[in-house]
């Protein structure tokens, strides 16, 4: 069955960078879309960004030029590169990868928090 574990969650610094990681087994990330989201305490779950066919991405507009996503074939994990980071960064992230026509898969997110 598909599993995915994250890891990478922790404190940082507002300006500072986290590397988050979600392997995966059941699936491979690179034949699927795969994705990263958000949720702040009393918001809406967001999408962050998105990754197809290990090469198309997407973003949303507040993390463009400072978050990569990007998938590792050799370790088949999706991973989040987040840089100058910011307060309001801080979130549970989720990643998740869509196989087939409509079946999502979730990982157990991981805490970011930006704060001094």
């Known amino acids: 069955q598909v599993q995915l574990v994250e890891s990478g969650g922790g404190l940082v610094q507002p300006g500072g960078s986290l590397r988050l990681s979600c392997s995966a087994s059941?699936?491979?990330?690179?034949?699927?879309?795969a994705a990263w989201h958000r949720q702040a305490p009393g918001k809406e779950r967001e999408l962050v960004a998105t990754?197809?066919?290990?090469?198309?991405?997407t973003y949303v507009d507040s993390v463009k030029g400072r978050f990569t996503i990007f998938v590792d074939n050799a370790k088949n994990t999706v991973n989040l590169h987040m840089n100058s980071l910011k307060p309001d960064d801080t979130a549970v992230y989720y990643c998740?990868?869509?196989?087939?026509?409509?079946?999502?898969?979730w990982g157990q997110g991981t805490q970011v928090t930006v704060s001094s």
């Open positions: 990754i197809t066919g290990g090469f198309v991405t």
């Open positions: 059941g699936i491979r990330f690179s034949s699927n879309t």
């Open positions: 998740n990868v869509r196989v087939g026509f409509r079946n999502d898969y």
